[in-house]
């Protein structure tokens, strides 16, 4: 499990009106967050934070999650992620950040560089790694949501590339901002399989997906639209 939470723990913005998947506006306002409490079956398991900013032409998404499981006072799983994404233009330019998993660090950095991006990382076995990817490649935070034709995204966690299918499960009603709302739901399927729901301003807004005989759904706290 502490292998594969962050894929499916990990921030997106798309055009729900049409049938298609899209992406976000590239130039989201900032000062807006998205925060999720995280569960595990029916107990608390930590919380989800995407928050925006910008610095000139540039937006920030700021990354932080924290899901700890225990008997009383005693840890007996604990994930860390915190990242920075840098958009300008639509485009990822940058991408920073550190996971830890129960004592395991795992920092991954991404740059734009050329005509691709570089990803650097420590793989889940130890190995340091440095891949060139597409200059396209969409991370694995979620947060800017995933169009149908994409067979591969950058893994946050550690800087390569991920093999994936994503599928439009069209739109229903969710769980979210202390009552229900209408989300379209999407399917991405590479390490594990990952629903992911999006609101009709492109927000994300809800996330569950199965890893060893457990649940885990996300509940989103506030709509970012009315920050």
């Known amino acids: 499990m502490k292998n594969t939470v962050f894929l499916a723990a990990t921030l ?28 595990r079956g029916d107990s608390e398991f930590g919380t989800h934070e995407v928050r925006f900013s910008r610095e000139g032409d540039d937006l920030l998404a700021e990354i ?22 840098v958009w300008r233009d639509g485009e990822l330019v940058s991408l920073e950040g550190e996971t830890l998993k129960d004592g395991e660090r795992f920092p991954v ?3 734009l560089n050329g005509s691709g991006i570089v990803g650097e990382g420590v793989l889940p076995e ?6 060139e990817l597409p200059r396209d490649i969409i991370p694995s935070s979620h947060w800017r949501g995933y169009e149908e034709t994409l067979s591969e995204i ?4 550690h800087g390569d590339s991920m093999d994936v ?27 594990l399989t990952v629903d992911l ?18 649940s885990i759904r996300y509940v989103r706290q506030a709509n970012p639209a009315s920050a």
Request: with cysteine; hydrophobic share 35%.
């Open 12 to 39: 997106a913005i798309a055009v729900l009106a049409t049938p298609a998947i899209a992406s976000i506006p590239a130039d989201p306002r900032g000062g807006e967050t998205i925060r999720f409490d995280v569960y």
């Open 64 to 85: 932080s999650v924290r899901l700890r499981a225990g008997i009383g006072p005693v840890t007996v799983f604990r994930y860390e992620h915190d990242s920075v994404e």
């Open 109 to 111: 950095e991404a740059a």
């Open 126 to 131: 130890g190995e340091t790694h440095t891949e």
């Open 154 to 157: 950058l893994n946050t966690e």
């Open 165 to 191: 299918r994503i599928t439009d499960m069209g739109m229903e009603e969710i769980e979210a901002d202390g009552g229900t709302i209408q989300a379209r739901r999407i399917r991405l399927e590479g390490t």
């Open 197 to 214: 729901w999006y609101d009709e301003n492109g927000y994300w807004a809800g996330c569950a997906f199965e890893a060893r005989d457990q």
